[in-house]
């Protein structure tokens, strides 16, 4: 049984991302998910109600020296996850993706769910740096609204126009 949720969440990631014609986004499949659940379990976190997820959070933590080359855009999200050694010793944690329904937007969740799986990943990772990619407003917001509470200084890479 598919709760309501999970499919209004995978048509707000469709309408959002343009992971189907844009090479240089990561496109989540099953086998990308596996990936990102080894590399540590706290990458894809959520929150949810009885009637499914209305929050996704994607951060993959990595070295600074692939976190460098994504911000400088000589390697795409794809290549990021590929150069990421596994297993490692992770200083850099990319912010990749958050997903919140409307009616659950602007009430905290997501910062709180990002902020647990970034606790998690600190437990086991020297993580010093995030990092993201901005694509919105909201995102830029969210992103910033992270640093603060993690504590950890914030690094952009700038949209391609």
């Known amino acids: 049984m598919t709760l309501p949720n999970y499919g209004r969440m995978l048509r707000l990631a469709d309408e959002f991302f343009s992971v189907r014609t844009d090479p240089e986004q990561l496109n989540v499949t099953p ?8 590399i540590h379990p ?4 959520d929150y949810s109600t009885p009637d499914g997820p209305v929050v996704w959070i994607l951060v993959i933590p990595t070295t600074r020296a692939v976190m460098e080359r994504f911000l400088k855009k000589d390697i795409s999200e794809p290549q990021l996850l590929d150069f990421t050694p596994m297993p490692g010793v992770y200083d850099a944690l990319y912010l ?3 997903l919140v329904l409307p009616e659950y937007r602007k009430k905290g969740l997501a910062v709180k769910v990002a902020n647990e799986a970034i606790a998690s990943i600190r437990g ?11 694509f919105s407003e909201e995102g830029r917001r969210l992103a910033e609204a992270v640093s603060r509470a993690s504590g950890l200084p914030l690094r952009l890479r700038h949209r391609k126009v």
């Open 42 to 45: 706290a990458t894809l976190s």
């Open 96 to 98: 990749c993706s958050a």
């Open 31 to 38: 086998e990308m998910m596996d990936r990102m659940k080894r």
């Open 124 to 134: 086991d990772h020297p993580i010093r740096t995030l990092f993201y990619w901005e």
